[in-house]
């Protein structure tokens, strides 16, 4: 079968800095994908090649064989009405309630009647564990709550393929560790593909079966594989000191 997505020669940047370049790799269906490597190294900037939100510099991202940045307008649509989102900083609106923000790309893009759209925001809310706070205003909840009303926002169409810029910053290790027993049953349930960028070392050995390692100094991908088998394999300093808290 087609991997999922495919990252082909892509070098990225803003006008005037490269920020990576030479990036090659696959995420197969059912994949749990980790982009890992240092603070500033340029993991959100590929992110944001991959969603559609910033266009490479060079090369192709290709999902089911179709490549993406050369799609027309209705084409990059179709695609990236297959994604789920949740962003670094959350991105929730201040100015509507939790619900109504799970609620809105249901508004946005399907037909669903209004009863309809708030059935799946309460069990949307739930699956987040956050039932009772649909009346909320992100400023009235916890930053670790706001960041699971995002996911909740994240997957209300049921997406395919659903990306997470650093999910558990901000959570303590119980509701961590829930997060991430909510990604894998994303996968299982939803039989999503899932794109993960995270630090946290128990996160990425409890849940990624691939991943990319992102070096800053180099500006390129260093490593490329499941975690564990880089954590015992890896003959690459920088990936070993990084996936052993520098021990
Ligand atoms: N909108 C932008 N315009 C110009 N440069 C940017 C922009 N966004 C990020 N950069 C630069 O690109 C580089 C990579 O940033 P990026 O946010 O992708 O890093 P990151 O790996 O996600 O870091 P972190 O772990 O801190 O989230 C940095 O040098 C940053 O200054
Ligand atoms: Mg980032």
Not at 112 to 120: A, C, G, K, P, T
Not at 202 to 216: E, K, T, Y
Request: hydrophobic share 40%; proline share 4%.
């Amino acid at each position: 079968m087609r991997p999922v997505i495919e990252v082909l020669d892509l070098d990225l940047g803003y006008t005037g800095h490269t920020v990576m370049r030479g990036l090659n790799f696959s995420v197969n269906k059912g994949d749990i994908f980790i982009v890992m490597g240092i603070n500033g190294c340029g993991k959100s900037t590929l992110l944001k090649s991959l969603i559609g939100l910033n266009a490479p510099t060079k090369g192709k991202v290709l999902y089911s064989g179709k490549s993406f940045w050369e799609e027309d307008e209705k084409g990059k649509k179709d695609i990236m009405r297959r994604f789920g989102v949740l962003y670094q900083d959350g991105a929730l609106w201040s100015s509507l309630t939790v619900g109504e923000n799970v609620a809105l790309p249901l508004q946005l893009y399907t037909k669903l009647s209004d009863q309809q759209v708030w059935e799946i925001v309460s069990l949307k809310l739930s699956l987040v564990g956050l039932e009772g706070y649909g009346d909320f205003f992100p400023g009235g909840i916890s930053g670790g709550m706001r960041k699971r009303a995002s996911l909740a926002r994240a997957i209300a169409l049921d997406p395919d393929i659903i990306f997470f810029d650093e999910p558990s910053a901000g959570l303590d290790p119980i509701n961590a560790r829930k997060l991430d027993d909510l990604i894998l049953e994303l996968r299982d349930g939803l039989g999503a593909t899932i794109v993960v960028i995270t630090h946290e070392l128990a996160s990425i050995f409890a849940i990624g079966n691939n991943s990319v390692f992102l070096d800053a100094e180099s500006k390129t991908m260093i490593a490329a594989g499941d975690p564990k088998g880089l954590l015992a394999g890896s003959k690459d300093p920088r990936v070993i000191r990084f996936l052993t808290r520098g021990n």
